[in-house]
């Protein structure tokens, strides 16, 4: 069966410091990953995603990913993290097999907090 | 573009009673899902459905029903609210005709408690 998880439930950052968030995930097949963010009170915005294609991708609001195929992880990388940048973050595998719908699976999230 | 709206936003109940939270997108998606939100637990998949006229079970559907109401609406009942039903739930919905993109967007939520 098709799981993700991220082994950090809290990652504390300096404001101007990289930040890395950690996801593996277990697949058969191509995997296709995704991260989300929630902000307090939110929904869960798009940050990235990998289908194919290069191992680094980069997302939205300076965020990068990259997929490791021979580790199975996809970990979250941001070279200088911000205060804003406090939220919980969602890695996601694409459910695979008989899915017509595009299911999601979710890690459990990763709560970063970025201190100035 | 409103995107995914959610209502109520909050809504507390008491056990037994029943509800229908409910879901709209106007970005004409084929594919709408619910979810769960509990602390530590990630989201999990109550129920989605793939396109209109069909809904299939996800990870944890007791205690709901659903209904694809029209392509744009997707509603979720609780029959008879228990007190393990006290979660934050999320509407989302996906981008038609890029089944392996499946990037999925989320409502605001709907904070629910049972007593």
């Known amino acids: 069966a098709q799981s993700v998880a991220q082994p950090e439930d809290q990652v504390n950052v300096a404001e101007g410091n990289p930040l890395t968030v950690k996801c593996t995930y277990s697949v058969s097949g191509n995997p296709y990953l995704f991260w989300y963010v929630q902000y307090p009170n939110r929904g869960l915005q798009f940050l990235l995603k990998y289908i194919t294609g290069d191992n680094l991708v980069k997302g939205s609001y300076g965020f990068e990913a990259e997929f490791n195929k021979s580790q199975t992880s996809f970990h979250l990388k941001k070279p200088s993290a911000l205060v804003s940048d406090s939220a919980l973050y969602f890695c996601?595998?694409?459910?695979?097999?008989?899915?017509?719908?595009?299911?999601?699976?979710f890690g459990q999230g990763t709560e970063l907090s970025v201190k100035p | 573009n409103a995107g995914v709206t959610q209502t109520p936003k909050f809504q507390v109940l008491k056990t037994g009673q029943s509800m229908t939270l409910q879901c709209a997108q106007d970005m004409n998606h084929n594919s709408m899902y619910w979810y769960r939100q509990d602390p530590g637990m990630g989201l999990r998949l109550i129920y989605y459905s793939a396109s209109e006229g069909t809904t299939d079970k996800g990870e944890v559907p007791n205690g709901y029903n659903v209904s694809r109401l029209n392509k744009r609406e997707f509603s979720l009942r609780l029959e008879s609210a228990a007190p393990s039903q006290t979660s934050v739930y999320f509407c989302a919905s996906t981008i038609p005709g890029l089944a392996r993109a499946d990037t999925q967007y989320f409502g605001p939520g709907t904070r629910l408690t049972v007593l």
């Open positions: 996601a595998v694409r459910d695979i097999g008989n899915n017509q719908g595009g299911k999601l699976i």
